[in-house]
């Protein structure tokens, strides 16, 4: 686990100390999940012309955008592993949206790069966008993905009946009143609740919480993804990692021969492999050449390149060589989104008038947690997927032994459910 890589929060006011943050990712390939759990907390008070109709495509590749840009953000601050939830964040910021007006609305749209799909005639689009996205991704219910939200506000605050109807109706989110004076009986509350939404993968949400607080959002997205071509545990074997040219770490190395769709980006100086889950899922891995520089990708990924590696990928033998990794990763994103245009929201000049008129809201904070875990297991069962060995040809090689991107991905909508980079997996 890397615990350290916490872009620093400096918690304050209603924050819970960030090693017991309110948002937690899992994901584990064996039995494996995902969790995450994006947490906003609010204190007050601080005192067109018509385009074309937006689909969920069109949603999918904003979001995906602005998770880049998210992404380049979190690594011009260091040069470690990173790891969060492009649809997470983009979802609970969709009802921000709803929540918010003037400028702060406009910010959020900008930010969120969301500005093309606005129509004015049509306030409830981006929010139904959302909503249409969410049921495409788990239609055939056998994807584990359950997305949820919750409001916790407290007892004598305001809130909007029309916010309350749209949370409500695009997200399905609970809205609770809670008596946050009474921290303790609001903690066991909030945990509780949590609980239940996760199935008991998350249980001690948070730790602590501020008197003032007076409301608070919690998503949370929970992914349990199987491989479709699982890795044999009995080929795992410690094989060097180069972290850079004069840091080594030995790793355990998962093994699989067999056919996998895969493709060279040669401009970008790098390879990419598709690693497919079941139920439409995938993970893409995207490997800079040996002796390039890593950090010379960032600003070449973007949306475009992302999807025009889907389009060029095909299928061929490979010997592939994964590491098996564990990451653990926290994002303040109330001290990232400023630099990114979305600043008016965490100050004194929010505008979330649609939420409550009793006004002097801002966001107090906006944590984000995610956890991954990989590792060999899919199913067992799925091991018949496996292709015959062609004799004679002699298979090409893909090893993960260095630096490396990841995109896990809905292949339908190209929606981004998680995004990260590893730069060291012990
Ligand atoms: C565009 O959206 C409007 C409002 O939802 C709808 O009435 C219209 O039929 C749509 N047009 C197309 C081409 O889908
Ligand atoms: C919020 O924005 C609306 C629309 O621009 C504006 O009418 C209102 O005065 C603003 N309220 C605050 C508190 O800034
Ligand atoms: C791993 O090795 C053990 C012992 O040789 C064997 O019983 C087992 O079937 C092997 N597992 C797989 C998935 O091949
Ligand atoms: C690492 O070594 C390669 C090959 O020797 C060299 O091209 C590259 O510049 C080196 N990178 C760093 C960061 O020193
Ligand atoms: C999900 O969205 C994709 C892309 O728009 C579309 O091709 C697919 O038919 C949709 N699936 C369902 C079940 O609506």
């Known amino acids: 686990m890397e615990l350290s890589d916490v872009i620093l929060p400096k918690l304050n006011g209603c924050a819970p100390k960030p090693s017991q943050t309110q948002s937690m990712v899992v ?18 008070p601080v005192h067109h012309a018509h385009p074309p109709n937006a689909t969920i495509s069109d949603l999918s590749f904003k979001n995906m955008d602005f998770a880049m840009n998210l992404y380049r953000k979190i690594s011009s601050y260091h040069d470690k592993n990173i790891f969060f ?3 997470s964040i983009s979802t609970s910021f969709a009802a921000l949206l709803m929540a918010s007006d003037g400028v702060t609305h406009g910010e959020i749209l900008k930010g969120l790069n969301l500005e093309q799909l606005e129509q004015h005639d049509q306030p409830e689009l981006i929010p139904k966008l959302f909503q249409l ?48 004076a009474d921290t303790k009986g609001s903690i066991h509350f909030i945990n509780e609740y949590i609980k239940h939404k ?45 972290i850079d040219n004069y840091s080594i770490v030995e790793v355990p190395m998962m093994f699989k021969e067999d056919k996998f769709y ?9 390879r990419v492999l598709k690693l497919p889950y079941h139920d439409g899922v995938s993970m893409l891995i995207l490997l800079p050449n040996k002796g390039m ?29 994964v590491p098996k990794f564990k990451m653990e990763e926290s994002y303040s994103l109330h001290n990232l989104l400023p630099d990114m245009g979305m600043a008016s929201i965490f100050s004194s000049s ?30 067992t069962a799925a091991a018949a997927t496996t292709i015959g060995i062609i004799p004679y040809s002699l298979p090409r090689t893909f090893t993960v032994n260095r630096p490396f991107f990841f995109f896990i991905y809905h292949e339908d909508t190209n929606c981004l459910l998680f995004m990260g980079r590893v730069i060291n997996p012990t």
């Open 198 to 242: 996760t199935e008991n993968k998350v249980t001690e949400m948070i730790s602590t919480l501020d008197a003032l607080t007076q409301l608070m959002l919690i998503n949370t997205i929970f992914f349990q993804g199987t491989w479709q071509i699982p890795f044999n545990p009995n080929f795992t074997e410690n094989a060097p990692f180069y």
């Open 293 to 321: 520089d890593y950090t010379a990708v960032d600003d070449e990924i973007t949306a475009e390149r992302f999807l025009s590696w889907i389009r060029k990928l095909q299928k061929i033998k490979l010997e592939v060589n």
């Open 27 to 44: 994901h584990k390939v064996k039995m494996g999940f995902i969790f995450i759990v994006t947490y906003m907390c609010f204190l007050a």
């Open 133 to 180: 996205l969410n049921e495409n991704i788990t239609l055939n219910g056998k994807l584990k993905l359950d997305q949820s939200m919750a409001l916790f506000m407290r007892q004598q605050f305001r809130v909007e009946k029309i916010f309350e109807d749209q949370i409500k109706k695009f997200f399905d989110a609970d809205i609770k009143s809670l008596d946050f």
């Open 85 to 87: 939830s492009p649809l």
């Open 262 to 270: 895969t493709m060279d980006d040669v401009p970008l100086g790098a």
């Open 350 to 379: 929010a505008n979330l008038t649609k939420l409550s008129k009793d006004g002097g809201l801002k966001v107090s904070e906006m944590l984000h947690k995610a956890v991954i875990e990989v590792d060999e297991t899919g199913t």
